[in-house]
């Protein structure tokens, strides 16, 4: 299934239990698709213009009855997902371009913007209860770890960053990569952590010891890894700006086979929907895909998996350090807008 979008996307999310998939674009505007995999039918069911600059993120919250939206304008719009309308808009969520939301639990989501803070969102009590700067460029990428109440951030100052939120602070940071990390995702059982970078190599780190990285895989460079998602404990799914989706190994690292591809064109986005079934990206070719799982990941059924199986002997217990190491100015990719300030932000989600 496929559907154009007219313009460049940004964001794709999936709705939590519906069959519904929300991608943001380039000009501002939220398109919703309503998708029925009994027919291959792909729906636009709502399109409007949500932002004045462009629309980065998107994510359904609260359960799914409204999706949220995060711009360059620095604001941040819920939407009722059924109707259409707006719910409750933000002006200033933050002093600068929003790039990525994530969400953490029910009722809360992080936010990260092109300087690098993050803002934790409370959607239960109506407010902003915390905010800290966790880089010193655009926030890439955010990936939650509940059990540990640890949030995993990938920055174009090229650091890794975990950051409590118990305590709204870094409690540790990687050392510096010679290019910008553009994700992240959490593998082998929460033992180890893999990022993306702009140089197409994976950076493989022990849980506990984040100063640098225990293992690198450059078999997928020079192309840059936009997105990546977590199959399984020794699977990932890549998406890189040769427009290339692939399944690739972790520990054995290698490259199982390409499994999709959006032509030429950079691969913006992955989402696994909710039953995840379907795989949906999207690209600078201005298209929405969406894959069926089990058709494109039938040729590697067969394939030997090599388990690594208690090779790792690193420790589980985290290393903390007590002054994270400065960056240097990465290159952002995408430019950002000064803000207002944060006046008024405690009320943004007063009639969610």
């Given at each position: 299934m496929e559907a154009g979008l007219g313009e460049i996307p940004f964001g794709i999310d999936f709705h939590p239990s519906k069959e519904l998939v929300a991608v943001s674009l380039i000009t501002g505007d939220l398109h919703l698709y309503k998708y029925n995999a009994d027919d291959s039918s792909l729906q636009r069911s709502l399109d409007f213009r949500a932002h004045a600059e462009s629309c980065r993120t998107v994510r359904?919250?609260?359960g799914g009855q409204a999706v949220a939206t995060g711009s360059k304008d620095c604001s941040i719009l819920a939407t009722d997902v059924e109707t259409g309308s707006v719910i409750a808009r933000l002006e200033n969520a933050h002093e600068n371009a929003i790039n990525?939301?994530?969400?953490?639990?029910e009722s809360t989501v992080a936010s990260g913007d092109d300087e690098g803070c993050i803002k934790v969102w409370d959607t239960r009590q109506r407010s902003c209860s915390g905010s800290f700067n966790a880089h010193e460029d655009y926030i890439s990428d955010m990936n939650f770890v509940p059990d540990s109440m640890k949030l995993l951030t990938t920055?174009?100052?090229?650091?890794?960053?975990v950051c409590n939120l118990r305590t709204y602070k870094v409690q540790t940071r990687s050392e510096f990569s010679e290019d910008e990390l553009t994700s992240v995702v959490v593998m082998k059982n929460g033992r180890k952590v893999i990022c993306g970078t702009q140089s197409g190599t994976l950076l493989l780190y022990s849980w506990g010891f984040f100063k640098d990285c225990s293992d690198r895989f450059v078999d997928l460079s020079p192309n840059s890894v936009e997105a990546m998602l977590k199959l399984d404990e020794d699977r990932l799914i890549t998406g890189t700006e040769n427009g290339l989706i692939s399944l690739v190994g972790i520990l054995p690292n290698r490259i199982i086979q390409p499994i999709a591809e959006h032509s030429e064109y950079p691969v913006e986005g992955l989402a696994f929907s909710h039953d995840r079934r379907f795989l949906g990206s999207i690209s600078h070719d201005q298209m929405l895909k969406l894959w069926d799982l089990n058709d494109i990941l039938q040729s590697s059924e067969n394939t030997v998996k090599d388990k690594d199986a208690g090779s790792d002997s690193d420790s589980d217990e985290m290393d903390v350090d007590d002054n994270p190491p400065r960056s240097k100015k990465g290159t952002k990719t995408k430019?950002?807008?000064?803000g207002a300030g944060f006046s008024g932000s405690n009320n943004f989600f007063a009639d969610l």
């Open positions: 359904f919250i609260n990525s939301l994530i969400n953490l639990t920055s174009g100052d090229g650091t890794l960053s430019t950002a807008n000064k």
